[in-house]
């Protein structure tokens, strides 16, 4: 069983930046694909990004490209996503998601219970 709970979501000016965090609870984190969501008011849950067990592969919604950087250090069993130049229309509750598939959108095995990133213009 794996627990994951994300953090350092909050309000940030347009052109802003915030880190979030996923810290994941077991000794299997490095045996799982990990990939982050987001879901704004009304919509759909979207994909933002994705990283490798080893950390080596990377990939980025061309939404957030260039602006966002996913990164995970197995040691600490944490998945990182820095989001730099935050524009109002990325506001939305943010997950994070572990798959033991090699597919993007395939089957999720865990979820974490999200964290709230608000944009202000």
């Known amino acids: 069983q794996v627990q994951l709970v994300e953090s350092g979501g909050g309000l940030v000016q347009a052109g802003g930046s915030l880190r979030l965090s996923c810290a994941a609870s077991g000794r299997t984190f490095s045996m799982y694909n990990m990939d982050w969501f987001r879901q704004a008011p009304g919509k759909e849950r979207e994909f933002v990004a994705a990283i490798g067990r080893s950390g080596g592969s990377t990939y980025y919604a061309n939404s957030v490209k260039g602006r966002f950087t996913i990164s995970r250090d197995n040691a600490k069993n944490t998945v990182y996503l820095q989001m730099n130049d935050l524009k109002p229309e990325d506001t939305a509750v943010y997950y994070c998601?572990?798959?033991?598939?090699?597919?993007?959108?395939?089957?999720?095995?865990?979820w974490g219970q999200g964290t709230q990133v608000t944009v202000s213009s």
């Open positions: 998601a572990a798959r033991e598939s090699d597919y993007i959108n395939d089957r999720y095995n865990y």
